[in-house]
């Protein structure tokens, strides 16, 4: 079935520093890809989203590539700050026929720590 | 513009009891998806609904039931609690259409702890 594979936190960086959080999936088809954000105690927020192969999402100077390839949507910054300290979820949905969209399978979270 | 809203923010319920949760959809949104986040995991799709009607659904035992009223908003129901059923459920909302590439709009969940 479908899976989505992220890099285990937690990740901790300075200010300004570069960030990678890879995560790689599994799927039939040509799914969608989403990078969702969650800060202490709230819900999670969308941050970014590819929906074919090769497509860049952007959004708050995060970027991530849709990589048929290599089956990977990592996401980058290329310069974090403190208020980036949440955790980041890789997410997929669809891939098959039929998707109505709204089930998303989530990788497991990945915990970025930004000190000053 | 109202996002998507939960009640009650923290539930602590007994072994063997039956809780329900409740969501109302940000506006404009017609579809309504539940997910269970366990501590330290990502979210796992219990079901949705959309027309007051299951659409979809994960791999959760029948325990766990929902309903979608007319105005979208949508009760989670969870009965013969276990203590693995202490998580933090989630309402996220979509308009319909929009098929895999909608996304979603997360409430800030419900904490529910089983005792």
């Known amino acids: 079935g479908n899976s989505v594979t992220q890099m285990e936190g937690p990740v901790t960086l300075s200010e300004e520093a570069f960030l990678t959080i890879n995560c790689t999936y599994t799927?039939?088809?040509?799914?969608?890809l989403f990078w969702y954000v969650q800060y202490p105690g709230e819900g999670l927020q969308l941050l970014l989203k590819a929906t074919k192969a090769d497509d860049k999402g952007s959004n708050k100077g995060f970027e991530a590539t849709y990589r048929k390839e290599t089956t990977s949507f990592h996401l980058e910054k290329g310069s974090v700050q403190v208020s980036d300290s949440a955790v980041y979820f890789c997410?997929?949905?669809?891939?098959?026929?039929?998707?109505?969209?709204?089930?998303?399978?989530f990788g497991q979270g990945t915990e970025l720590s930004v000190k000053p | 513009d109202a996002g998507v809203t939960q009640s009650p923010t923290h539930l602590i319920k007994t072994r063997g009891q039956q809780v329900t949760l409740r969501c109302s959809p940000k506006s404009g949104h017609d579809t309504v998806s539940w997910y269970q986040q366990a501590l330290g995991q990502g979210p796992q799709f219990i079901f949705q609904y959309y027309e007051e009607e299951e659409r979809q659904r994960g791999n959760f035992p029948d325990r766990f039931s929902g309903h979608q009223f007319p105005n979208y908003s949508s009760e989670l129901n969870v009965n013969a609690l276990l203590l693995g059923d202490s998580a933090l459920y989630l309402c996220a909302s979509s308009l319909d259409g929009q098929g895999a590439y909608s996304p979603l709009h997360f409430g800030n969940g419900t904490r529910l702890t089983v005792t």
């Open positions: 799927a039939t088809g040509y799914p969608s």
């Open positions: 997410a997929l949905s669809g891939g098959g026929s039929g998707n109505q969209g709204g089930k998303l399978i």
